[in-house]
């Protein structure tokens, strides 16, 4: 069973950056398209950025231009390089992963953007 974990969420100052990654275990990661989502407090969840097997990129508007998404199939890994964050960005940020007829999620880690 693949699973996905998520790691480098934290606290950061606006205006920061962090790095998020997200490492899928088993093989055959690269025929996932990999999207990061996200949901805040009493705010349904929200898409963020996907990078599809082919590498295809889309961006929720919300983060065009601040946010990067991309991948590394030798790694097993799907990045999300946030810049220029904002307390609006604030929340539990989670990769799925589709493909092959599966659909999978890792538990999530918390972002939160606060001076």
């Known amino acids: 069973q693949v699973q996905l974990v998520e790691s480098g969420g934290g606290l950061v100052q606006p205006g920061g950056s962090l790095r998020l990654s997200c490492l899928a275990s088993?093989?055959?990661?690269?025929?996932?398209?990999m999207t990061w989502y996200r949901q805040a407090p009493g705010k349904q969840r929200e898409l963020v950025a996907t990078?599809?097997?082919?590498?295809?990129?889309s961006y929720a508007d919300s983060v065009k231009g601040r946010f990067a998404i991309s991948r590394d199939n030798a790694k097993n890994t799907v990045y999300l390089q946030m810049n220029n964050l904002k307390p609006e960005d604030t929340a539990v940020y989670s990769c799925?992963?589709?493909?092959?007829?599966?659909?999978?999620w890792g538990q999530g880690t918390q972002v939160t953007v606060s001076s």
């Open positions: 799925n992963a589709r493909g092959g007829r599966q659909d999978l």
């Open positions: 990078i599809t097997s082919g590498g295809y990129l």
């Open positions: 088993g093989s055959r990661f690269s025929i996932y398209d």
